[in-house]
Every structure is written in structure tokens, then in C-alpha cells.
T-cell receptor, first 113, second 111 residues
């Protein structure tokens, strides 16, 4: 059964800290791994990772995928209070649903001033 | 602006009273999906649609129906809502390059 496991489930840091969020997965037919940020309502897209070892960056956020060890990390440097959110990792597979997103339970990040 | 629009944003209803949550996207996406989000359980797929008139069950379809008569619309129907369907619901559509785009969510309470 395809699944996504995120760790930690919650994390409290202070502004300026660097955090690393983890996502491990098991999948039959891997297509892509996606990261989302969810603040008050709808998840918003951060990154889509398809190839191993290629870092995606957007400002203070970066992510990388290891398809051999079946995990991805999301790094946030110099955290700000506005980074407080739930970060979701999701797997896009080639299974019968032709593109079903399988979500992890998320990591709740709280950044204190 | 490219978006997925859900309505209503909030809904309180009574057990057994049929309701429909609408979802519309303006990106000409073929793939659309409904999720529910519950504390400790994350986002779980209810139904999805790969194109007009093509729908299939996700992980938690019991108690829900969907239809896809037009490409842009994908309503979620609860024929006889029950309290265990109290949840936060998201509609999403999928493009090729950027994964899913989510609607703003519908907070449903069934009393």
C-alpha cells in the first residue's frame, strides 16, 4: 500500500532558526513528490520533485528528493513567524487513479518571535 | 486568475438533509478531486474524476456522490449527511506542471 510518513508531527522553533522537515514514502509507481504549505485554509503549492538529487529552491525554502532511500526533506532557513503553518508532503503515483495525491499527516511548524 | 472555487465556505446542517458543495475550476483541467481533512488523519481522497463523465472512488467514498457533467464543475453530494461527515472539505484540480490547485475549503458541520 502506498503511504507517506512525515516527521516530526509538530515542531516549535524561534525566529531565525533553520528547520528540516522529513518525508519518507513507500510507493509502487512513483511519479512525483510534492510539498504544500497550509496556513488557515487551502494548501498552497511549494515544490514538485521528480528527480533524485536536484534541489529546488524558492527564497528561504528548499527541497530535495532521494529516490533510492525513498525520502525527501524540506529546509527552511532563517525562519520567520509567517512560516508558521502545516507542511504537507504528498505522493503522486502512476497507479490506477492516474494521478492520485497521497498525503502525509503533515508537520505543524510554529515559529515564535 | 486561475482558481478553484468552492461554495459554500461554511455550512451547518442537520442529519439527513441532502446537501451539495459546488466546485468549479477555470483552468481547463481534466482531473478533479475531492478531499476531506480531519485532525490526526490528514487529507484523504473521497472521489476523483479524470474527465467529463468519468469518476471513481477514492479512499473514503462512503456517504458521498459526485458528478462530472461539464469539465469545469465537480459537485460533491451528501444525500443523507451524518455527524461523522463533519469535516473540512477541499476540491482540487490537477494541472501538469504544478500539481494540484486547491479550493479554499468548505467547513461542514452536521448536527
Amino acid at each position: 500500500e502506498d503511504k507517506v510518513v512525515q516527521s516530526p508531527l509538530s515542531l516549535v522553533v524561534h525566529e531565525g532558526d533553520t528547520v528540516t522537515l522529513n518525508c519518507s514514502y513507500e510507493v509502487t509507481n512513483f511519479r512525483s513528490l510534492l510539498w504544500y504549505k497550509q496556513e488557515k485554509k487551502a494548501p498552497t503549492f511549494l515544490f514538485m520533485l521528480t528527480s533524485s538529487g536536484i534541489e529546488k529552491k524558492s527564497g528561504r525554502l528548499s527541497s530535495i528528493l532521494d529516490k533510492k532511500e525513498l525520502f525527501s526533506i524540506l529546509n527552511i532557513t532563517a525562519t520567520q513567524t509567517g512560516d508558521s503553518a502545516i507542511y504537507l508532503c504528498a505522493l503522486l503515483n502512476y497507479g490506477g487513479s492516474q494521478g492520485n495525491l497521497i498525503f502525509g499527516k503533515g508537520t505543524k511548524l510554529s515559529v515564535k518571535p | 486568475e486561475a482558481q478553484v472555487t468552492q461554495n459554500p465556505r461554511y455550512l451547518i446542517t442537520v442529519t439527513g438533509k441532502k446537501l451539495t458543495v459546488t466546485c468549479s475550476q477555470n483552468m481547463n483541467h481534466e482531473y478533479m478531486s475531492w478531499y476531506r481533512q480531519d485532525p490526526g488523519l490528514g487529507l484523504r481522497q473521497i472521489y476523483y474524476s479524470m474527465n467529463v463523465e468519468v469518476t471513481d472512488k477514492g479512499d473514503v467514498p462512503e456517504g458521498y456522490k459526485v458528478s462530472r457533467k461539464e469539465k469545469r464543475n465537480f459537485p460533491l453530494i451528501l444525500e443523507s449527511p451524518s455527524p461523522n461527515q463533519t469535516s473540512l472539505y477541499f476540491c482540487a484540480s490537477r494541472g501538469q506542471a504544478y500539481g494540484y490547485t486547491f479550493g479554499s475549503g468548505t467547513r461542514l458541520t452536521v448536527v
